[in-house]
């Protein structure tokens, strides 16, 4: 399984995958090369299946097609993260009735922090927090 840092030529699919994600931030997205990092998971054909968006140590989102999920994709990703930035701590915000999403980042070892009040349109977030190495 392949990941790498994401490029212009992968903004179609990236965007196409962002539609995966409860509460996108598409402002984000479309400044990533400036402001953020993106790592994408790709097929065998070079085409990006799932990807990771970040900006600095805080990720802001992570999405597998589901065609491509149990594959070890979304640990591939974070890890890949966590290698830019081994030294920190990472962050990332769910939504509290996302369990399947808070489970996989429990298995990804990221552990509750706290929970944010309408930090998605008005709904409260969790912030989950996987310590640096």
Known sequence: MTVRRGGLTDESALTSLQRLV???????????????????????????????????????ELAVVPDARREGRATALIEAYHDLHPAASLTLLVHPENEVARACYETLGFQYDERIAGEFDGDDAIRLVRDAD
């Open 22 to 60: 409860s509460h996108p931030s598409p402002e984000l997205l479309d400044a990533w090369p400036s402001v953020g990092t993106v790592l994408v998971s790709v097929d065998d054909a070079d085409h990006p299946v799932g990807y990771v968006l970040g900006v600095g140590a805080h990720v802001v």
